[in-house]
């Protein structure tokens, strides 16, 4: 099985930042894409940031400039910095990615994270 943990959600005033983390552990063979979602109260999940095993980035328009995804493929980590947040960047962050869990399956599964809650107060 694989694991992943989301650390370094909080409150935090408008225009302040936050960094988020999320670590995967467990059955990895090969990480592809991982990403970050949130989920605001009342509202549908959305994808936020997404950065493939290359190192491409890909952002929703309303966090363009202000949000950047990165990762460190060595300790299978991936990185939200939030900057510039906006009480509507209110929500739970959830990361995830997609997992090939051995050399003998070819196919990638995607796993999630438990999330952890963003609060920006205006």
């Known amino acids: 099985q694989v694991q992943l943990v989301e650390s370094g959600g909080g409150l935090v005033q408008a225009g302040g930042s936050l960094r988020l983390s999320c670590v995967a552990s467990g059955s990895i063979f090969r990480l592809n894409a991982m990403g970050w979602h949130r989920q605001a109260p009342g509202k549908q999940r959305e994808l936020v940031a997404v950065?493939?095993?290359?190192?491409?980035?890909n952002y929703v328009d309303s966090v363009k400039g202000r949000f950047t995804i990165s990762r460190d493929n060595a300790k299978n980590t991936v990185y939200l910095q939030m900057n510039s947040l906006k009480p509507e960047d209110t929500a739970v962050y959830y990361c995830n990615a997609d997992v090939r869990t051995s050399y003998s399956s070819i196919y990638y599964s995607t796993y999630w994270g438990q999330g952890t809650q963003v609060t920006v107060s205006s």
């Open positions: 950065v493939t095993n290359t190192g491409n980035t």
